[in-house]
């Protein structure tokens, strides 16, 4: 199983990015997929999760209403929109993958395969 998460980078404080995260190896329509984040000297944080289908998310309050997870399932592939950035999203962002209900989507144990990570930098 191979999670690719790429799409970072550096932007400005204001700015957007579309992370993405190619999975291969698992029957990707199966499970659910989860973001998380984790910044220097900090633990990882639960940025927001999709079901399987897509037709659910949920997101962290911290980044409600600036973020959007979506899924093609065409391509195995999530992504996370990213906008109205602000460097406090500075970060090493992860994607995983997960077979069990929103109810776990934030806590990161609960996921059976994680992504390598990809940097964003947010700059003020």
């Known amino acids: 199983v191979q999670l690719q998460a790429s799409g970072g980078g550096l932007v400005q404080a204001g700015g957007s990015l579309r992370l993405s995260c190619a999975a291969a190896g698992l029957p990707f329509s199966d499970y659910h997929m989860g973001w998380f984040r984790q910044a220097p000297g900090q633990e990882r944080e639960f940025v927001g999760g999709?079901?399987?289908?897509?037709?659910?998310?949920n997101y962290a309050d911290s980044v409600k209403g600036r973020f959007t997870i979506f899924r093609d399932h065409a391509k195995n592939t999530v992504y996370l929109e990213m906008a109205s950035l602000k460097p406090e999203d500075t970060a090493v962002y992860y994607c995983?993958?997960?077979?069990?209900?929103?109810?776990?989507?934030?806590?990161?144990?609960?996921?059976?395969?994680w992504g390598q990570g990809t940097l964003v930098t947010v700059s003020s």
């Open positions: 999709i079901s399987w289908s897509g037709g659910n998310t």
């Open positions: 995983a993958a997960s077979r069990y209900g929103s109810s776990t989507w934030s806590i990161s144990g609960w996921y059976d395969y």
